[in-house]
T-cell receptor, first 114, second 112 residues
Framework: AQTVTQSQPEMSVQEAETVTLSCTYD???????LFWYKQPPSRQMILVIR??????QNATENRFSVNFQKAAKSFSLKISDSQLGDAAMYFC???????????FGAGTILRVKS | NAGVTQTPKFQVLKTGQSMTLQCAQD?????MYWYRQDPGMGLRLIYY???????DKGEVPNGYNVSRLNKREFSLRLESAAPSQTSVYFC???????????FGQGTRLTVV
């Protein structure tokens, strides 16, 4: 069974600085997707970024980028120029390419200091 | 476009009571899901429906039943609520096997 591990329960960053959230996963599959979801206090789950395992290029969405290391089974999220609105719980998630189940990590609370 | 809509947003139940959480999506998605979120555990899949007319168990199905009423609606029923079912419940949907899931706003359920 696949597992996703987020080893940082909480992280803090100063506004305008850069922060990296860590995620590792365990799988025997070669074709899968990885996701980062943001959950602000409103509880809404918002997709931040998606990475397809067969793509070597790291995904980027504006200030959000990932460092995908397939051999190491590592998928970290970098947030540049952090803003107060980035404060939230961030979840790393895994899904087999044609699977039905998203496997989530436990989450990392990100606090942004002004 | 409302996306995925869950009702209610909050609910308090007494142990042993039953209730149904409702979920509807207006994106013509084939697959629908129910997750529960507990502190320190992320989200865990309860049940899913890959297409209209089918349902399958996820990781934590005990104590729950589901109904895929039509393509739009997927309900989750607690027949006899227990304090261990206190959680935040999320419904999600997606159109096909290679797309991402869209989530509803969640239902905070407390069983006392």
């Amino acid at each position: 069974a696949q597992t996703v591990t987020q080893s940082q329960p909480e992280m803090s960053v100063q506004e305008a600085e850069t922060v990296t959230l860590s995620c590792t996963y365990d799988t025997s599959e070669s074709d899968y997707y990885l996701f980062w979801y943001k959950q602000p206090p409103s509880r809404q789950m918002i997709l931040v970024i998606r990475q397809e395992a067969y793509k070597q290029q790291n995904a980027t969405e504006n200030r959000f980028s990932v460092n995908f290391q397939k051999a190491a089974k590592s998928f970290s999220l970098k947030i540049s120029d952090s803003q107060l609105g980035d404060a939230a719980m961030y979840f790393c998630a895994y899904r087999s390419r044609y699977g039905n189940k998203l496997v989530f990590g436990a989450g990392t609370i990100l606090r942004v200091k002004s | 476009n409302a996306g995925v809509t869950q009702t209610p947003k909050f609910q308090v139940l007494k142990t042993g009571q039953s209730m149904t959480l409702q979920c509807a999506q207006d994106m013509n998605h084939n697959s629908m899901y129910w997750y529960r979120q507990d502190p320190g555990m992320g989200l865990r899949l309860i049940y899913y429906s890959a297409s209209e007319g089918t349902t399958d168990k996820g990781e934590v199905p005990n104590g729950y039943n589901v109904s895929r009423l039509n393509k739009r609606e997927f309900s989750l029923r607690l027949e006899s609520a227990a304090p261990s079912q206190t959680s935040v419940y999320f419904c999600a949907s997606r159109v096909g096997p290679v797309t991402e899931a869209f989530f509803g706003q969640g239902t905070r359920l407390t069983v006392v």
